[in-house]
């Protein structure tokens, strides 16, 4: 007797231990979007921010003049990072990498004084970009403003592009992964219908009917979260101690966030497909437990 007690609970609880498979292996795939779409946004973010802009000052300007507009620039909201490049520093790169001195054959230095502006990636559009060149050429001491446009509009255009097609795919897979939660927890409900149906038949209030089920939904949906949780985590920590360089598009602040949205759709999820299946089977009539 004891042994087919055992091998009945068996059996009564493998549907839930399936279910949870089920469940993890969807919030899995979940995961991986959320977290391809961050990994995604954070490439997007860096090349948008490595864009370079040079700009050079005119040949009268004096050394105090060039740290003063040096300065004012550093202090631009636009700006990520500047580099200055003086006369002397510019005409040392030359000979470096020409292996040549222009003054030997000029008498003078010819390379005028420099900025390398490095923009956050609000302002890395290509209107933007625009508006803040011509603001740059309206200062006086500004002889041009250098930037390849045609880069930047083709970056543009093909992050705008990927980012479109993530978006869709993202869409669709949380489509799906939605349909599959909500098939298996009715599939789930429904086993019990014959249950359900005596405690509404007894006088049960529906909220008491319901209450073990939501209890039983929330432990899955934590359970089956934290699992898929640890399965995105730890090849993703592997990843960052083999090479700490991926820490730059998998901060921990996205880990984070991945692990939370997981956790939150998964409860979420589950709560509602219960809810909904069990409000379902209590409005069952006789004959429909047996369709």
């Known amino acids: 007797m004891k042994k087919r007690g055992r091998k009945s609970s068996v059996w009564m609880k493998l549907p839930t231990v399936v279910s949870m498979i089920s469940s993890t292996m969807v919030l899995v795939l979940l995961g991986m979007v959320v977290l391809f779409a961050l990994t995604a946004r954070e490439l997007s973010r ?3 921010e ?3 802009i040079t700009v050079v000052l005119q040949d009268d300007v004096s050394e105090p003049d060039a740290m003063a507009l040096r300065d004012a620039l550093s202090m631009a909201p636009y700006v990520k990072q500047l ?11 030359q000979r470096q990498s020409m292996d040549l001195d222009p003054t ?3 008498g003078e230095n010819p390379f005028a004084i420099s900025m390398e502006l490095t923009l956050y990636e ?4 290509s209107d933007s970009l625009l508006v803040i060149s011509d603001a740059l050429k309206r200062d006086k001491s500004v002889a041009d403003v250098l930037y390849q446009k045609d880069l930047v509009d083709n970056l543009n255009l093909n992050l705008n592009r990927a980012s479109v097609v ?25 086993n019990r219908r014959f249950n359900i149906y005596t405690m509404k038949l007894v006088g049960a209030r529906w909220s008491f009917v319901r209450r073990p089920f939501m209890l039983r939904a929330v432990g899955m949906g934590i359970g089956s979260a934290l699992i898929a949780d640890v399965l995105l985590i730890a090849p993703v920590q592997w990843l960052l ?12 602040r996205n880990i984070g966030i991945m692990a939370g949205s997981v956790l939150l759709f998964g409860l979420t999820l ?7 299946s069990v409000t379902r089977v209590l409005r069952f009539r006789e004959s429909d437990l047996y369709q």
């Open 46 to 48: 860096s090349m948008r």
């Open 50 to 52: 490595s864009l370079v």
């Open 83 to 93: 580099h200055y490049i003086s006369r002397e520093q510019a005409l040392e790169e």
């Open 104 to 106: 030997e054959f000029l």
């Open 122 to 125: 609000p302002y890395s559009s």
């Open 166 to 190: 993530l978006l869709v795919v993202a869409v669709l897979l949380i489509i799906i992964s939605m349909s599959l939660i909500n098939n298996m927890v009715r599939m789930l409900i429904f």
């Open 241 to 252: 101690s083999y090479d700490a360089s991926f820490s730059v598009y998998l901060p921990l």
């Open 270 to 276: 589950m709560l509602v497909c219960t809810y909904v």
